[in-house]
């Protein structure tokens, strides 16, 4: 998720950089630090979707 997340807002930065947008806020070098930031955050496992929890498997006898 993070992953998809971080590929739109590379395509922000790139949208931005091409069309020559300047921000104080929000430039698009600001964007490729936070599209790094999100992949590097997909790399190392976080919002992957696991279930850190540990399982519990019943079986029912019917």
Same mark, same amino acid.
Request: positive net charge; glycine residues 8%; hydrophobic residues 55%.
């Given at each position: ?10 395509? /922000?930065? &790139?949208?931005?950089? @091409? =069309?020559? $947008? ?14 790094? /930031?999100? &992949?590097?955050?997909? @790399? =190392?496992? $976080? ?16």
């Amino acid at each position: 998720m993070l992953a998809i997340v971080a590929a739109i807002v590379f395509v /922000l930065a &790139l949208l931005f950089d @091409l =069309a020559e $947008v300047t921000s104080d806020a929000l430039d698009y070098q600001t964007l490729i630090t936070l599209g790094l /930031l999100l &992949l590097a955050l997909h @790399l =190392a496992g $976080v919002g992957g979707g696991t279930d850190w929890r540990p399982r519990r498997y019943s079986r029912r006898r019917r």
